[in-house]
C-alpha cells in the first residue's frame, strides 16, 4: 500500500523534473498558413442556463473570418437553455455568422454523443471545442491553428485559466490543484514526447485525426482521454500551448466538486481498463512511453491505497514495534516520496505561474493536502465502480456564471443526487477525531499534524455536504429571480 503510494509520488518527482527541464521551451508552428482554413467551433451545452449566454457572447467576438468559420451549438438542454440558446444564434446569424443549433431530445451518448453528432455535419477541417462555462479570448483560433501547418500534429491544448479563482477558500485549492496538473503534467508529457491528454475542452482538433482514431466513443466517462490515446496509438502528435489561456469557471460548491472529480476519477479507470492492454501489446511503442501511460492511466487507483491507509492508521499506531530505526529507514522515506512530493508539485506550479506572489500559495498547502484527503472517498467510490463495471450518466458539473446567484437558485435548477457518502465521510472524521486523541494522550507528537489533516480534511468535506442537503430541507418559499448571463 505505502510502496504503490510512494511510486505514484517518486513519479511526481519525475514529472516536476521534466517541467523544469523544458520550461523554457515554446512551441512555434513550423509555418503559418497563407490562406486561413475553416474552424468549425463546437459548443456542447447541456441545461447550462446560467451560463450559456455568456458563452455565445464571447464565441461571437472571435476574430476570425466569418467565411471560415462555423459556430455549431450541440444542445441537449431540457430547460430554458435552448430558448436562450435560440435567441442567442438568431443574433449571431443576424451580426453574419455561420452558426447552428443542434438540439437533440435523447442524450444519447452525452457529451460524446453530441461531438459525433456534430461532427457529421461540420465543415471544418479543424475542430475547436468548448465547454459552456469557457470564455475564450478573441484571438484563441488563431493562437492555435498555424500549429497545424506540421501534418503530424492531431491536437492542440490551450491552458485553463480561472475565472473565480477568488470566490471561495474552495475555489482557490481548486485552482492550484489544476494548475499543478494542467501545467506541470502537461508540459512534461507534450515537451518529452510521452502521451498526454486532450482536457474536453480548450483544444482543436484536426479532423482526420478524430476520424482516424476511430471517433468519439461513449464507452467511458471521459471520451477526451479514451480519444487522445486511441489517436496518439495511432501516431498522431498532441502539442499542449501553455501561454494560450482560455478561462473557465470553477465549481463553487463541494457537491459541484464532487460530481466532477467523480466523473473523472471513474471515466480515468473506464479508459485504462479499456485501453492498457492495447498500449502494451503496441511493439511500436518504446518502454518508456508504455511506463509513463500506465503510471498516468492508473494514477487514480492511489485513492484506494489512500483509503486503505486510512483504515489501517490506528491499528498501525497501536503496534508496539518500531522506534527509531523504523522512522529512519522506512516512515522518513514515505513520507519524501508521498507527502513531500505533492507539497513540491504544487510548490513549483504555483512558483512558475506567479513569481511575485507564490509565497503566499504557501499558505493554502494544509489545506490542499487536507482536500485531497477528503475526497479520497468520492474519488474510491468513482474506482471502483469502473472496476466493477458500474455504469452511469454523463453527470454535468452545475455552472453558475457568476458569484452572486444565490443558492437557493442554484438548487433549485441543479440539485445534486443525493447520496449517503457524506455520511461515510463524518463517521471517517470522527474516527481521526479519536485517532488524534489517542495519539496526545500518548505523547506520539510526530503522528499529530497527520491525523489532523486527515480529521480536517474529511470534517471539511463531510460539513459541507451534509450543510447542503440541510439547507434544502428549509421551507422553499420564493425562488430569487436570476437572469442569466
Request: hydrophobic letters at 45%.
Amino acid at each position: 500500500m505505502l510502496i504503490g503510494l510512494s511510486a505514484y509520488g517518486i513519479h511526481r518527482y519525475s514529472i516536476i523534473y521534466l517541467f523544469l527541464k523544458h520550461r523554457g521551451r515554446t512551441p512555434e508552428p513550423v509555418s503559418r498558413f497563407e490562406s486561413l482554413p475553416i474552424v468549425t467551433v463546437q459548443l456542447p451545452i447541456y441545461n447550462e442556463y446560467f451560463v450559456v449566454r455568456r458563452l455565445l457572447d464571447a464565441v461571437g467576438r472571435i476574430d476570425y473570418p466569418a467565411d471560415r468559420l462555423q459556430i455549431q451549438v450541440l444542445d441537449d438542454s431540457t430547460d430554458e437553455t435552448t430558448d436562450i440558446a435560440e435567441a442567442e444564434v438568431a443574433k449571431l446569424r443576424a451580426a453574419g455568422l455561420d452558426v447552428q443549433l443542434l438540439h437533440r431530445v435523447n442524450r444519447e451518448g452525452f457529451k460524446a454523443g453530441a461531438l459525433a453528432a456534430g461532427l457529421a455535419e461540420a465543415k471544418g477541417e479543424f475542430i475547436f471545442i468548448l465547454d459552456a462555462d469557457f470564455v475564450p479570448a478573441p484571438d484563441v483560433l488563431r493562437q492555435c491553428v498555424h500549429y497545424f501547418t506540421d501534418p503530424a500534429i492531431g491536437m492542440v491544448q490551450a491552458r485553463w485559466g480561472h475565472l473565480n479563482r477568488e470566490h471561495s477558500l474552495l475555489t482557490k485549492v481548486q485552482a492550484m490543484f489544476l494548475d499543478g496538473h494542467l501545467l506541470l503534467e502537461q508540459t512534461a508529457r507534450s515537451m518529452s514526447g510521452r502521451f498526454f491528454n486532450f482536457n474536453g475542452t480548450a483544444g482543436m482538433w484536426r479532423r482526420r485525426c478524430i476520424e482516424d482514431a476511430g471517433g468519439w466513443h461513449h464507452d467511458t466517462l471521459t471520451e477526451d482521454l479514451d480519444l487522445s490515446y486511441r489517436a496518439q496509438l495511432r501516431q498522431w502528435k498532441f502539442l499542449f500551448l501553455p501561454d494560450v489561456i482560455v478561462p473557465a469557471e470553477l465549481p463553487v460548491d463541494i457537491n459541484g466538486f464532487k460530481s466532477q472529480q467523480h466523473r473523472w476519477t471513474k471515466g480515468s479507470i473506464q479508459t485504462c481498463l479499456k485501453l492498457l492492454p492495447t498500449i502494451w501489446r503496441e511493439k511500436n511503442l518504446p518502454l518508456i512511453i508504455k511506463l509513463e501511460a500506465t503510471i498516468h492511466l492508473t494514477s487514480n487507483f492511489g485513492y484506494l491505497l489512500l483509503i486503505l491507509l486510512c483504515i489501517l492508521i490506528f491499528p498501525q499506531s497501536q503496534s508496539p514495534y518500531g522506534g527509531a530505526w523504523r522512522t529512519f529507514l522506512v516512515d522518513i522515506p514515505i513520507f519524501l516520496a508521498t507527502t513531500v512530493s505533492i507539497l513540491a508539485f504544487y510548490t513549483v506550479a504555483q512558483r512558475h505561474l506567479n513569481p511575485r506572489g507564490w509565497l503566499a500559495d504557501l499558505l493554502l498547502m494544509p489545506m490542499l493536502l487536507a482536500l485531497a484527503v477528503g475526497m479520497s472517498l468520492n474519488n474510491a467510490r468513482g474506482v471502483v465502480e469502473a472496476v466493477l463495471r458500474q455504469p452511469s450518466e454523463f453527470s454535468r458539473t452545475p455552472k453558475y456564471g457568476h458569484a452572486n446567484v444565490p443558492r437557493r437558485a442554484r438548487a433549485v435548477r441543479y440539485l445534486p443526487i443525493r447520496s449517503l457518502l457524506p455520511v461515510v465521510e463524518l463517521l471517517f472524521a470522527i474516527f481521526f477525531a479519536y485517532c488524534t486523541w489517542s495519539a496526545v494522550a500518548k505523547a506520539s507528537w510526530t503522528s499529530v499534524p497527520f491525523l489532523l489533516l486527515f480529521f480536517f480534511g474529511f470534517t471539511y468535506v463531510a460539513a459541507q455536504s451534509v450543510g447542503f442537503w440541510l439547507r434544502q430541507l428549509r421551507p422553499l418559499g420564493p425562488v430569487p429571480a436570476v437572469v442569466a448571463e
